[in-house]
């Protein structure tokens, strides 16, 4: 399963590879060199004892930029898709994804090429596929008094619903009726 590591690594574009930005090599004694800033409006103002102008700090892309909930089980379930099991390799995706959007952004597209399963088949039938149902939408089961409702039944026809007295349409190619499909709903005796 490295080979899509390995991948990942030439594709992704190295800069933020988790290193800090090199700084001076100087000794400590210069960095305790600095002196403490005083009340004065220059110094308020300074980000350093140099006088220079205040910087506004934004977080802003920081904020824009964390991974969310959603993501990280997105990158989650595309590794679990592909066996990924190594603990160890698992934290190194999610922690870089953490700190660079390049790799967050490369494995999202790789998680949502993920192949969603079939949601499970639904057996219920709209009563406007029923032959029981009236061009002025009446169902005629109810008006025989096979099923439980008033004669002048009028069901909402895109509704899906599991009936005992649905009678199959041409276009359904299960040819049951709903006492065949759905046993179940008849209530038999004191049950």
């Not at 934004?58 to 595309?78: C, P």
């Not at 494995?107 to 219920?124: C, I, Q, T």
């Not at 619903?161 to 709903?178: K, N, Q, V």
């Amino acid at each position: 399963m490295a080979n899509w590591l390995e991948r990942a690594k030439r594709e992704i574009p190295q800069s933020a590879d988790g290193a800090t930005a090199k700084t001076d090599e100087g000794t400590l004694s210069a960095v305790t060199a600095v002196t403490q800033p005083d009340d004065s409006e220059n110094s308020r103002d300074s980000i350093g004892s140099n006088g220079s102008a205040p910087v506004v700090v934004s977080w802003e892309n920081e904020a824009d930029s964390a991974m969310t909930a959603d993501q990280e089980s997105a990158i989650r379930s595309w590794l679990a898709q592909i066996e990924e099991t190594d603990e160890a390799v698992i934290a190194h995706v999610l922690n870089r994804c953490r700190q660079d959007v390049d790799a967050r952004d490369y494995f999202s597209r790789l998680a949502s090429k993920v192949p969603r399963p079939d949601p499970l088949p639904d057996d219920r039938r709209r009563c406007g596929q029923c032959l029981n149902l009236t061009g002025r939408g009446l169902c005629l089961a109810a008006r025989r008094g096979e099923i439980v409702a008033n004669p002048d039944y009028e069901p909402v026809r895109d509704q899906l619903r599991r009936c005992e007295g649905y009678l199959p349409g041409a276009d359904d190619p299960d040819r049951r009726t709903g006492r065949e499909r759905w046993p179940g709903l008849i209530q038999k005796g004191d049950e």
